[in-house]
T-cell receptor, first 117, second 115 residues
Framework: AQTVTQSQPEMSVQEAETVTLSCTYD???????LFWYKQPPSRQMILVIR??????QNATENRFSVNFQKAAKSFSLKISDSQLGDAAMYFC??????????????FGQGTRLTINP | DAGVIQSPRHEVTEMGQEVTLRCKPI?????LFWYRQTMMRGLELLIY????????DSGMPEDRFSAKMPNASFSTLKIQPSEPRDSAVYFC?????????????FGPGTRLTVL
């Protein structure tokens, strides 16, 4: 079974600075998808960024980018120019690429990010 | 686009009572997921439907939990009888399963408190 580990329960960063959240995963599959979700106090789960394992290029979405190291099974999230609205729980998630039967997301434990003004 | 709709948003009930959570997926989506979030166990999948058929229910805790999807636009998660340890936030998510990345869109969640 696949597992996802986020080793940083809490992180904090000064507004406008850059912060990196860590995520490692364990799988025997060669093709899969990785995601970062944001959960603000409203508890709504919001997709931040996604990465297909077959793509070597790291995904970017505006101020958000990932460092995907397939051999090391590492998938970190970098937030540049941190804003107060970035404060939230961040979850790393894994999904198999099998078409049916394995569509579920496997989540890490989450990292609570605080932005200091 | 209304997004995934869940009701109720909050539910407080007493131990032993029946609880029914409801979900309306995004129109056109063919996969529906029920997740549970607790402090102890984090976010975990309870059950997953594809084209209204349950595909993976290995996360359903026990026989007290049941889920149905009578049509493409509605699903229920029922707990009978409820217990205090069922207190959690229950999320419904939906996706269009076309064999690709299939982003899952989450509803706002139902916070369940069992006294």
């Amino acid at each position: 079974a696949q597992t996802v580990t986020q080793s940083q329960p809490e992180m904090s960063v000064q507004e406008a600075e850059t912060v990196t959240l860590s995520c490692t995963y364990d799988t025997s599959e060669s093709d899969y998808y990785l995601f970062w979700y944001k959960q603000p106090p409203s508890r709504q789960m919001i997709l931040v960024i996604r990465q297909e394992a077959y793509k070597q290029q790291n995904a970017t979405e505006n101020r958000f980018s990932v460092n995907f190291q397939k051999a090391a099974k590492s998938f970190s999230l970098k937030i540049s120019d941190s804003q107060l609205g970035d404060a939230a729980m961040y979850f790393c998630a894994y999904r198999s690429s099998v078409i049916q039967g394995a569509q579920k997301l496997v989540f890490g434990q989450g990292t609570r990010l605080t932005i200091n003004p | 686009d209304a997004g995934v709709i869940q009701s109720p948003r909050h539910e407080v009930t007493e131990m032993g009572q029946e609880v029914t959570l409801r979900c309306k997926p995004i129109s056109g989506h063919n996969s529906l997921f029920w997740y549970r979030q607790t402090m102890m166990r984090g976010l975990e999948l309870l059950i997953y439907f594809n084209n209204n058929v349950p595909i993976d229910d290995s996360g359903m805790p026990e026989d007290r939990f049941s889920a149905k999807m009578p049509n493409a636009s509605f699903s229920t998660l029922k707990i009978q009888p409820s217990e205090p340890r069922d207190s959690a936030v229950y999320f419904c998510a939906s996706s269009l399963d076309f064999g690709g990345v299939n982003e899952q869109f989450f509803g706002p969640g139902t916070r369940l408190t069992v006294l």
